[in-house]
T-cell receptor, first 110, second 116 residues
């Protein structure tokens, strides 16, 4: 089983829509999680950190469900500029390294 | 403040040739990471340094890959000889300290390697 699994999409949504991505992780001892955003042919950049049950930043909400070992990212009122790949990241392995999911590709359509 | 710097940005080589990538982390960042990202996949860790010590190189294919971080600042990643399957984007990242589970990682722009 992979350390982190997420639906690769693609998700195509109209402007103004609400979209949610889910991600599951395998290491039940993990304490901190991250969502990174990666634009086409660019490097990943941190979008949000999740240390407890959830985190909210403007239109973006990240939630953590430890019992089911999944993390979600909710984007409200989607903008064209939200089009990107969203990478779910969780610690794992004996060395406490970060494992990245395959990424979920989002396209916001005018 | 300058971000993580990588060079070259692009590299095209023939198989069996050697290649090297260079990374300069953000000033003051003790932890440095090398990742490989294949098309349609997330980054996969190759090696992690704490200062000049490689604390995790379990995913580094040691038969052909090597890395060093002399003086605990800049780092180089080398492949010799390169194979077709090595074509990917090689990302360098750095963080202040405290371990990868707690610290924000800042990525460089990557080196896009094409092996012909």
């Amino acid at each position: 089983r992979k350390e982190v699994e997420q639906d690769p999409g693609p998700f195509n949504v109209p402007e103004g829509a609400t979209v949610a991505f889910n991600c599951t992780y395998s290491n039940s001892a993990s304490q901190s999680f991250f969502w990174y955003r990666q634009d086409c042919r660019k490097e990943p950049k941190l979008l949000m950190s999740v240390y407890s049950s959830g985190n909210e930043d403007g239109r973006f909400t990240a939630q953590l469900n430890r019992a089911s070992q999944y993390i979600s990212l909710l984007i409200r009122d989607s903008k064209l500029s939200d089009s990107a790949t969203y990478l779910c990241v969780a610690p794992g392995g004996g060395a406490n390294n970060l494992f990245f999911g395959t990424g979920t590709r989002l396209t916001v359509i005018p | 403040e300058a971000g993580v710097v990588q060079s070259p940005r692009y590299k095209i080589i023939e198989k069996k040739q050697p290649v090297a990538f260079w990374c300069n982390p953000i000033s003051g960042h003790n932890t440095l990471y090398w990742y490989r990202q294949n098309l349609g996949q997330g980054p996969e860790l190759l090696i992690r340094y704490e200062n000049e010590e490689a604390v995790d190189d379990s995913q580094l294919p040691k038969d052909r890959f090597s890395a060093e971080r002399l003086k605990g600042v800049d780092s180089t990643l080398k492949i010799q000889p390169a194979e077709l399957g090595d074509s990917a984007v090689y990302l360098c990242a750095s963080s202040l300290a405290g371990g990868p589970g707690t610290d924000t990682q800042y990525f460089g722009p990557g080196t896009r390697l094409t092996v012909l």
